[in-house]
């Protein structure tokens, strides 16, 4: 079973920046795929940026390409480092784990990809413009 517990949100303004942590327990060093999700008010959850565990490879919906990076510190915490921040960016965010294999991860964000097995509470980031 892993667990997820996410922190660093926060109110910023448009332009700034913002770095969110996942503490991860109960993962073992296997094959899985990591991301970061959110979810603005009425609307549906959108993948943000994902991480295959064996070999590092990231992946980035268009909207955060060049401005957010996913990284993974030992499989212990997983980051989202926000620069450049829009009001649209505003929104809950959510750290997500599941087992994958590199192909299956390589989906992230795709439509029809499986939904993750392992989910955080949750960490709400405020963009004011």
């Known amino acids: 079973q892993v667990e997820l517990v996410e922190s660093g949100g926060g109110s910023v303004q448009t332009g700034g920046s913002l770095t969110l942590s996942c503490a991860i327990s109960?993962?073992?060093?296997?094959?899985?795929?990591m991301g970061w999700f959110r979810q603005a008010p009425g609307k549906e959850r959108e993948a943000v940026a994902g991480i295959y565990t064996l070999d590092g490879s990231t992946y980035y919906t268009h909207d955060v390409k060049g401005r957010f990076t996913v990284s993974l510190d030992n499989g212990k915490t997983l980051y989202l480092q926000m620069r450049s921040l829009k009001p649209e960016d505003t929104a809950m965010y959510y750290c997500?784990?599941?087992?994958?294999?590199?192909?299956?991860?390589?989906?992230?964000?795709?439509?029809?990809?499986?939904?993750?097995?392992?989910w955080g509470q949750g960490t709400q980031v405020t963009v004011s413009s």
């Open positions: 109960g993962y073992r060093g296997n094959s899985y795929c």
């Open positions: 997500a784990a599941d087992p994958s294999s590199l192909a299956s991860c390589a989906s992230f964000g795709l439509a029809g990809r499986a939904p993750f097995d392992y």
